[in-house]
């Protein structure tokens, strides 16, 4: 099957600095990504969707500036947290898909921690 | 109101049971109905999907979606301990192809006690 793969899996940073995670589609190509943020006992909130060469759209609520996406290639997207803050600790998700494809491809997810 | 509405549980039944886990949603314009599972602190992974309403039977797991009354379903029958999970569900408008914008439920966490 499709291997999506996350890194890091858990990252530790300082209040105001910047993260970057990586989304990689390591056996196929994805026209599309999509990135999530998952809260404690909570739902897959999607962020974005980004597609390869184009800009990122963003959800209603989610700062395109502060959460920073590339989707330089068909199989490599980045999501860039700038200036973290405590609030941003959360797990983020993404996956890679295929148009004609039914199943979306999760990455393992990243833990972030700010503090 | 919350576009998908899942009770997040926790839900423990003794192995053996059948597990009924369900989602209401409020958009009738869902038409593709899904169920992933994730395990702790790991990314989720597709179990099933259907279109429109209906059943649809794989093995131990069966998904049922009523659009009348924007209820879906999954059943697990002969539950094992490895079903301890959390199961989501989710529902698109566009499609189930993966390239599709997808909307989940909040997920519900299940254990099966040995």
């Known amino acids: 099957g499709a291997v999506v793969s996350q890194h890091p899996s858990r990252v530790i940073c300082k209040s105001g600095t910047s993260v970057k995670i990586e989304c990689r589609s390591l056996?196929?190509?994805?026209?599309?990504m999509f990135w999530y943020r998952q809260f404690p006992k909570q739902s897959l909130m999607l962020m974005a969707t980004s597609n390869e060469g184009s800009k990122a759209t963003y959800e209603q609520g989610v700062e395109k500036d502060k959460f920073l996406i590339n989707h330089a290639s068909l199989t490599l997207s980045t999501l860039t947290v700038t200036s973290a803050h405590p609030e941003d600790s959360s797990f983020y998700i993404c996956?890679?898909?295929?148009?004609?494809?039914?199943?979306?491809?999760f990455g393992q997810g990243t833990r972030l921690t700010v503090v | 109101q919350k576009e998908v509405e899942q009770d997040p549980g926790p839900l423990s039944v003794p192995e053996g049971a059948i597990v009924s886990l369900n989602c209401t949603y409020s958009?009738?314009?869902?038409?593709?109905f899904m169920w992933y599972r994730q395990y702790s602190r790991k990314g989720p992974e597709l179990l099933m999907y259907t279109y429109s309403s209906g059943n649809k039977e794989d093995g131990r797991f069966t998904a049922q979606v009523d659009k009348s009354s924007k209820y879906i379903s999954l059943f697990i029958r002969d539950s094992q301990p490895s079903d301890s999970a959390t199961y989501l569900c989710?529902?698109?408008?566009?499609?189930?192809?993966?390239?599709?914008?997808?909307?989940f439920g909040s997920g519900t966490r299940l254990s099966i006690r040995p």
């Open positions: 958009n009738s314009a869902f038409q593709y």
């Open positions: 996956s890679a898909g295929l148009q004609g494809r039914t199943e979306a491809f």
């Open positions: 056996d196929f190509q994805a026209t599309t």
């Open positions: 989710a529902m698109s408008a566009q499609g189930y192809s993966s390239a599709s914008k997808i909307i």
